[in-house]
C-alpha cells in the first residue's frame, strides 16, 4: 500500500525455475544477482551491500509478508520510534501447513538469549547497524543472525523496540528448524554468548533460564545440551517414540 521500498533479490545460482521467476518480474525488482555464494548469511551480506534504505529486512525462500500493508504500518511506527531495531511477531508456518503466531516479549533482558532469538525475517535493521558492527559473520553456518543481534544489544539494549504486529509469514522447515542441526545450532549460540560475556554470566542466565521450565522441558534441555547424555539415550528415546505412537 506504499511505494518507498526498494526490493532487491540475491539468488545462490539456482539450477531451477528461481532465475525465470526473477526474469519475469524483473520491473518490479529494483536489483538482482544470481551466482553461487557460501550460503544464507553470505547472500543476505550482499544484500545489505546493494540496499540504500535507512531499513533493512531479509526475507528468505517460502518466507512473505503478512499482509499487504506491513510496510504503511512500519512507517506509521516509525512517526513515534526511532530504534535500530525493531521486531514484529511471526506467523510461524510448520511442514504441515498449520500455522501459529509467535509473540516476542516487549522488553528484553540478558536472560532472554540464552535460549532464544528473534528471527530476522521479523526484523527491520537500521543500516547504521552494519556500518559499525559489520555484516553478518559468515562463519556460523546457523547462528550469525543471532550473534550480530547479541552483539548490538551487548552495546545498545536501548535500540531495540517491539512493535506489536505481525510482520511476516515464516517457513519453520528451513536449515535451523532440522532436528539434525540443532546440536550446531546449540554449539554455535554457547560460543557466541562465551564471546561476549564471561562464563560466570553464561552459568547465570543458563540457570535463570533452567528455573523456568517445567520438570520435563529441564531434564529435555539438559539432554539436548549434553553431547554424552543425548548419545547415550538416544535408543530409549526411540523405543518411547515407538510406544507412544
Not at 545450532?185 to 547465570?204: A, G, M, P, W
Not at 520435563?216 to 538416544?234: C, D, G, H, P, Q
Request: aromatic share 18%.
Amino acid at each position: 500500500t506504499v511505494t518507498d521500498y526498494e526490493f532487491i533479490v540475491i539468488d545462490g545460482g539456482s539450477n531451477d525455475n528461481s532465475l525465470n521467476v526473477i526474469k519475469k518480474y524483473s520491473d518490479k525488482i529494483n536489483s538482482w544477482i544470481s551466482e553461487k555464494d557460501k550460503g544464507i548469511y553470505d547472500a543476505q551480506n550482499k544484500g545489505v551491500l546493494k540496499a540504500t534504505g535507512d531499513y533493512l529486512i531479509f526475507l528468505n525462500a517460502d518466507d512473505s509478508f503478512f499482509d499487504k500493508d506491513v510496510v504503511e504500518k512500519f512507517y506509521s511506527f516509525l512517526k513515534t520510534n526511532n530504534e535500530k531495531i525493531i521486531y514484529w511477531n511471526s506467523n510461524y508456518i510448520n511442514l504441515g501447513g498449520k500455522s501459529s503466531v509467535l509473540m516476542h516479549p516487549q522488553k528484553l533482558d540478558l536472560n532472554f538469549w540464552y535460549a532464544n532469538t528473534l528471527n530476522h525475517q521479523a526484523i527491520f535493521f537500521h543500516n547504521t547497524l552494519f556500518k559499525k558492527y559489520g555484516n553478518f559473520n559468515i562463519e556460523y553456518k546457523f547462528a550469525s543472525d543471532f550473534e550480530f543481534l547479541f552483539k548490538v544489544y551487548i552495546n545498545e539494549p536501548s535500540e531495540f523496540v517491539y512493535f506489536n504486529e505481525t510482520v511476516c509469514n515464516y517457513d519453520n522447515t528451513g536449515l535451523t528448524s532440522k532436528d539434525e542441526n540443532h546440536k550446531y545450532i546449540l554449539k554455535e549460540r554457547k560460543e557466541i554468548l562465551l564471546n561476549y560475556i564471561s562464563k560466570k554470566e553464561f552459568n547465570k542466565i543458563r540457570k535463570a533460564y533452567l528455573k523456568t521450565l517445567s520438570v520435563k522441558r529441564k531434564y529435555v534441555t539438559i539432554i539436548r545440551e549434553n553431547a554424552f547424555l543425548r548419545t547415550s539415550l538416544k535408543p530409549f528415546y526411540k523405543l518411547y517414540q515407538y510406544f507412544t505412537k
